[in-house]
């Protein structure tokens, strides 16, 4: 069975901070990997993904990831933090069995606080 | 490219009442959709797998005659809610399996449902 496990529900940043976001994972199959993020009453939005190709991940808005398989980890990362980068941000592993292939799996969230 | 659009973005609608939301992909086609059912401050939850020309595949514990799912063209699935109760309030989000080369998941924007 696929999973992903998100540290911390909030975090709270200063502008200008970095952004340091945990997602572990757990997969029987090498995984693939998301991450999304949620502006209030919307959709997701694609931020990264990994896909077997590089281990580090650039995305949108500054954003990147690194897959680390000996951590089982896809922590998301933003040297600098920006007002506009509050939001709820979601990892997800793809489930890759025959019967459940393409369904993902979200971590729990993590809502993104940031501060003057 | 890979827009999903969902209509309509909120309703509001009587207890006992059916709520009809659809979903679309607008510039690919899509033999997978998914829907998705989000509780404030939650994760989402995926509710089923709507392909194609073929029956939903319903997540375990998920109402197979209560949230009716139809997938009549390649660029449009229906979920409907039927005799809505306030419990069924929630925020309903679909999702389009890419088109080739896109390992990701495109997501629309969300229906806010609200029972009275």
């Known amino acids: 069975a696929q999973s992903v496990t998100q540290l911390g529900s909030h975090v709270s940043v200063s502008e200008g901070a970095l952004v340091l976001l945990r997602c572990n994972y757990s997969?029987?199959?090498?995984?693939?990997l998301f991450w999304y993020v949620q502006y209030p009453n919307q959709g997701l939005q694609l931020l990264l993904k990994?896909?077997?190709?590089?281990?580090l991940v650039k995305g949108i808005n500054g954003f990147e990831a690194e897959f680390k398989k000996s951590e089982t980890s896809f922590h998301l990362t933003k040297p600098s933090a920006h007002m506009s980068d509050a939001a709820e941000y979601f990892c997800?592993?793809?489930?890759?069995?025959?019967?459940?292939?393409?369904?993902?799996?979200f971590g729990a969230g993590t809502q993104v606080v940031v501060t003057p | 490219g890979a827009v999903v659009s969902q209509h309509p973005s909120w309703v509001i609608c009587k207890s006992g009442t059916s709520v009809k939301i659809e979903c679309r992909s607008l510039?690919?086609?899509?033999?997978?959709m998914f829907w998705y059912r989000q509780f404030p401050k939650q994760s989402l939850m995926l509710m089923a797998t709507?392909?194609?020309?073929?029956?939903?595949?319903?997540e375990q514990g998920v109402e197979k005659d209560k949230f009716l799912i139809n997938h009549a063209s390649l660029t449009l699935s229906t979920l409907t809610v039927t005799s809505a109760h306030p419990e069924d309030s929630s925020f309903y989000i679909c999702?389009?399996?890419?088109?080739?080369?896109?390992?990701?998941?495109?997501f629309g924007p969300g229906t806010r449902l609200t029972v009275l």
């Open positions: 999702s389009a399996r890419g088109p080739p080369g896109h390992s990701e998941q495109f």
């Open positions: 997969s029987s199959v090498p995984p693939y």
């Open positions: 990994y896909t077997s190709a590089a281990t």
């Open positions: 997800a592993v793809r489930l890759g069995t025959t019967d459940s292939w393409g369904k993902l799996q």
């Open positions: 510039d690919f086609q899509a033999t997978t």
């Open positions: 709507s392909n194609e020309g073929s029956k939903a595949t319903y």
